[in-house]
């Protein structure tokens, strides 16, 4: 994508030269391994465009790699052409047109992605590719990548935990505030390798050990996506309440309490006392917002603005809200500009909605300081291919927004190269303390 504005070949050349730091993603090792044409292009997030033009029927079939492929083509050519000019679908095409040459999507063009598609478990395949998205490091949620969870259970017993390719991790929250069962907390507390299940104090106390060696692993913050699973309307119940709860659960091993509605006293008193240990460890939080992925979801549910009560709550905490809100933007934009303790995050909704987002960045720059401002997340969960084309379209979305303000005489050419630098690099370089280094450019121009 481009714009005619005359800034804008300078801006989006700047773009390209920075750096680029991945807010947010889920990759835990290379890969995936494609296992046909469909599966290299349209998994994950296209194919919940080509689902929501279809029926479930539909889109089981055209995604079932058990089914030779060609006999699916026809099928899914007629919903590609449907759907194809979404904010996904331009993450597809990008990659059609880079990755193997293509232009228009035909059955001969499908024969050639069969041949070309690229081995993204080999890590130095995976790894070039991440080099030519210029992604420098990359903020990886590993623990919802969709591998086994086996790896959260061993990070105090093991001296190391294999990172993925240029990751940091986040501590994934939600697994250790949703506990209703004698056997959740089992699990959760594993890494301690002691029984310390009788009371809410020692259940407390033992998921600080273990995000403290989570920390001490490397992670950079904390990560928190309970919108899939219940509204993020997070009340603030009293410690007694939490832990009538707690005892429930503890007294009988076979007791299950009901999720969301018996378990929330203790579910939302825990995640009140997670975000106390991450003012007291100095780690931001990192919230999911707006859209959710898949289908049929209740977006309400996940709206940001749910959070006030939170993000008043614990001003000693960095939030970083996630997804541009999508699509509750007006929300989103007040919470970043009304807290100080609030930061924005554009990670997934560059794709999600790439016109949304050019307004967004615009609006962005007009509304709150663009010191705030964290311009990308590839969160396509492995599929470098597709990690290197949502970057691409970031770097367009946000040419394009800067170069009309620049044109307005909003901004001069240096002021938006700043903001680019800020967007992509420096502004989560300092939020999450990563210690990568300043970078410099000649500014003339
Ligand atoms: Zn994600």
């Given at each position: ?63 079932n ?52 598609m ?66 959740d907390?089992?699990?959760r ?27 001490e ?17 997070f ?13 429930w ?59 006030r ?33 609030v ?71 240096k ?7 800020a967007?992509?690099y ?20």
């Amino acid at each position: 994508m481009k714009s005619l504005s005359k800034s804008f070949p300078m801006l989006r050349e700047f773009a390209e030269l920075v750096p680029i730091i991945d807010c947010h993603d889920h990759t835990l090792k290379p890969g995936p391994r494609f296992l046909d044409p469909i599966h290299a292009l349209v998994e994950g997030y296209f194919a919940t465009d080509l689902w929501s033009v279809s029926s479930d029927n539909d889109i089981q079939y055209v995604l079932n790699s058990k089914i030779p492929w060609r006999e699916r083509w026809p099928l899914f050519k007629e919903l590609w052409d449907l759907a194809k000019n979404t904010g996904y679908g331009q993450v597809i095409k990008s990659v059609l047109r880079e990755f193997y040459n293509i232009d228009e999507l035909t059955f001969e063009g499908m024969e050639e992605i069969e041949k070309k598609m690229p081995n993204l478990e080999d890590p130095a395949v995976f790894d070039s590719i991440l080099e030519k998205a210029n992604i420098t490091l990359r903020i990886c949620d590993i623990f919802n990548d969709g591998s086994s969870l086996d790896v959260i259970t061993v990070p105090g017993t093991e001296n190391t935990l294999a990172l993925p390719p240029r990751g940091r991790m986040v501590i994934s929250l939600p697994h250790f505030h949703s506990i209703c069962s004698y056997d959740d907390i089992q699990t959760r507390m594993a890494p301690l390798n002691r029984v310390c299940t009788k009371t809410l104090d020692d259940y407390v106390t033992g998921c600080y050990e273990i995000f403290q060696q989570f920390k001490e692993l490397g992670a950079v913050a904390f990560k928190d996506q309970t919108p899939y699973n219940k509204s993020i309307s997070f009340s603030n119940p009293t410690r007694a309440e939490a832990e009538k709860v707690f005892n429930w659960i503890v007294s009988d091993p076979r007791r299950k309490a009901s999720y969301p509605d018996q378990l929330k006293p203790l579910d939302d008193y825990l995640f009140h006392r997670f975000l106390d240990m991450a003012a007291d460890m100095d780690l931001p939080v990192q919230l999911h917002t707006g859209l959710l992925a898949g289908i049929r979801h209740d977006v309400s549910k996940a709206n940001a603005i749910l959070l006030r009560p939170v993000l008043e709550l614990h001003r000693d905490v960095k939030f970083d809200l996630f997804h541009g809100n999508w699509p509750y933007s007006g929300e989103w934009l007040f919470l970043g500009k009304n807290y100080p303790n609030v930061y924005l995050n554009f990670c997934w909704v560059n794709t999600i909605d790439p016109i949304y987002s050019q307004r967004l960045f615009q609006q962005a720059v007009s509304s709150l300081p663009h010191g705030k401002i964290f311009g990308y997340g590839s969160d396509y969960v492995g599929y470098a291919t597709h990690a290197w084309a949502h970057s691409q379209l970031a770097k367009d979305n946000i040419a394009i927004a800067l170069s009309d303000l620049v044109d307005m005489e909003y901004l001069s050419m240096k002021e938006a190269k700043d903001i680019i630098k800020a967007w992509l690099y420096d502004n989560p370089n300092r939020v999450f303390k990563l210690g990568l280094p300043d970078l410099h450019f000649s500014q003339e121009g």
